[in-house]
């Protein structure tokens, strides 16, 4: 979810992988080492055709096709780390009052249980008439 908006009133964009039912982002990760914690980066690119309406960059979504080639190194990274082409993403619009967050505050299952208590008004946005 991308968050975008004035303090009182935020405007939510959910991205979601078209005909997939979840979506992996290419990420680094680095195990823990002389007491420091394991670490982790997404990585960003520049916005695909689906995200530049609302960004400026954007996570590098892994297509499920490309997921091993990620892990096991098999692609090029110029061939992995881009964006997808027109239409891959979904997004959905919503708008969300913020001053009910700040009531519980941001944090883990507090932000959960806010963001659904909270009155919404939801959009689909297809891709295709942006």
Same mark, same amino acid.
């Given at each position: ?77 110029? !061939?992995? %780390?881009?964006?997808? /082409?027109?239409? +891959?993403?979904? @997004? ?20 959960? !249980?806010? %963001?659904?208590?909270? /009155?919404?008004? +939801?959009?689909? @946005? ?5």
């Amino acid at each position: 979810m991308e968050f975008k908006g004035k303090k009182r009133s935020k405007t939510i964009h959910r991205f979601t992988l078209v005909g997939v039912p979840f979506m992996a982002i290419a990420a680094i990760w680095r195990p823990s080492r002389k007491g420091q914690p394991a670490a982790f980066t997404m990585l960003t690119t520049e916005p695909g055709p689906d995200v530049e309406p609302v960004r400026n960059r954007q996570v590098v979504v892994l297509h499920p096709i490309n997921w091993k080639a990620w892990i096991e190194l098999t692609k090029p990274e110029e !061939e992995l %780390l881009c964006p997808l /082409p027109a239409g +891959s993403l979904s @997004v959905e619009t919503t708008q969300i009052r913020t001053h009910s967050l700040s009531q519980i505050g941001r944090k883990g299952a507090a932000m959960n !249980e806010a %963001l659904a208590a909270c /009155p919404i008004k +939801s959009e689909a @946005v297809d891709p295709a008439t942006r």
